[in-house]
């Protein structure tokens, strides 16, 4: 026959409890003849007449004991099965709601919670519980929200491609080179959003490579400044950068030019005129390296938003356009870039006077 836990537990607590009146009687019965026959000797040899009444005296005891040593037993089984029942009963209660809520969770249904319990290690058991199923909740909303996302992304470069695709086929003629050239455009986006999910998908499952070296700064930078003053326009943001010359941390240099370039490229992209400044400097056990622009800033309530995977803000770019070129995935993947070489990124923002994003990496 299976028994359940709660059959068990109950069984377990049970036989303690006879074990321990079983061996009460034992010992009980073996010894208590031989006290009172004992005390029936120190009572005759202070002359006291029970001679000839000290067989009938321990038969007495015997009936005496026998009978109240069943009313025990009685009792004491009564009273520890219900007291073992209970115990069982308060200790498998959650587990049961435990295993009927990871059933529920198995059919889809995620947002079924366990109750508290009244013993401490069942409750963290339920809280621990409890917070696994709010992660796993996050990860379904964020899973749907994922593919909403990307289907989102690909149907507009798809729908594009397939129509001038189909107007060329239909018409029969060749293709134009106007038509080429955004067929050409239309497919390096989707290369690029493929390319960048599977750089996400890959730093989130923390299987980049990095070799983590020392990595001096001011040559970094100045690289870094003098490949994007090409795209600045006379009129535009001035580039500029500040560190001492001896600042260097350790990360991946791949990695860390990887995240400037995102950081860099998102300021040259929102900031038309005034200044974008590659800045660093050292803490105790850290160096801090911020970028800092003069561009049309982040609202308020979009700064929560800034590191999420296909977020995009209302802001307008140097274009005119609102920020809606790109992936949507720089940020993302640049927060955890940080984050796998043992830093933390932040973002500072006013709306219209711009933008500030620094994190921290390890000293070298």
Request: overall charge negative.
């Given at each position: 026959m299976n028994v359940g836990l709660r059959g068990r537990?109950?069984?377990?607590?049970?036989?303690?409890?006879?074990?321990?009146?079983?061996?009460?009687?034992?010992?009980?019965?073996g010894t208590s003849h031989h006290l009172f026959s004992g005390h029936l000797d120190r009572m005759v040899n202070m002359g006291r007449a029970v001679e000839e009444i000290r067989f009938?005296?321990?038969?007495?005891?015997?009936?005496?004991?026998s009978a109240s040593t069943a009313?025990?037993?009685?009792a004491g089984s009564l009273t520890a099965a219900g007291l073992s029942y209970w115990v069982a009963r308060r200790i498998t209660r959650p587990l049961v709601q435990m295993e009927r809520i990871a059933r529920s969770f198995a059919a889809g249904h995620l947002s079924e919670r366990v109750p508290p319990s009244d013993i401490p290690e069942l409750d963290q058991l339920s809280a621990s519980f409890n917070r696994m199923a709010l992660s796993l909740q996050d990860v379904e909303q964020r899973r749907r929200e994922l593919i909403g996302d990307l289907t989102h992304e690909l149907r507009t470069p798809l729908t594009i491609v397939r129509g001038y695709l189909e107007e060329v086929a239909e018409q029969h003629q060749d293709l134009p080179p106007e038509t080429a050239r955004l067929l050409v455009r239309e497919t390096r986006r989707l290369e690029r959003l493929v390319n960048d999910l599977q750089e996400?998908?890959?730093?989130?499952?923390?299987?980049?490579?990095?070799?983590l070296q020392p990595v001096a700064l001011p040559p970094l930078f100045e690289k870094l400044l003098l490949r994007f003053a090409a795209q600045i326009t006379e009129d535009g943001p001035r580039l500029n950068w500040q560190c001492g010359e001896e600042v260097s941390l350790l990360a991946d240099p791949d990695r860390l030019e990887q995240i400037l370039v995102n950081l860099l490229g998102n300021a040259i992209k929102h900031t038309r005129?005034?200044?974008?400044?590659?800045?660093?400097?050292?803490?105790?056990?850290?160096?801090?390296?911020a970028v800092s622009d003069t561009g049309c800033g982040i609202a308020t309530d979009e700064l929560p938003h800034v590191f999420e995977r296909f977020w995009r803000s209302r802001r307008v770019s140097i274009s005119g356009n609102p920020s809606s070129s790109g992936t949507g995935i720089g940020l993302a993947i640049t927060q955890r870039l940080v984050e796998l070489q043992g830093g933390r990124i932040e973002v500072e923002s006013s709306l219209g006077k711009g933008s500030t994003f620094r994190f921290f990496l390890p000293k070298a």
């Open positions: 537990l109950f069984l377990s607590h049970l036989a303690v409890m006879l074990v321990g009146l079983a061996s009460f009687m034992v010992i009980s019965r009938e005296l321990l038969e007495g005891f015997e009936t005496a004991w009313w025990s037993l009685m996400l998908s890959r730093a989130e499952a923390g299987q980049l490579p990095l070799a005129r005034g200044s974008i400044t590659l800045s660093a400097w050292e803490t105790e056990s850290h160096v801090w390296i």
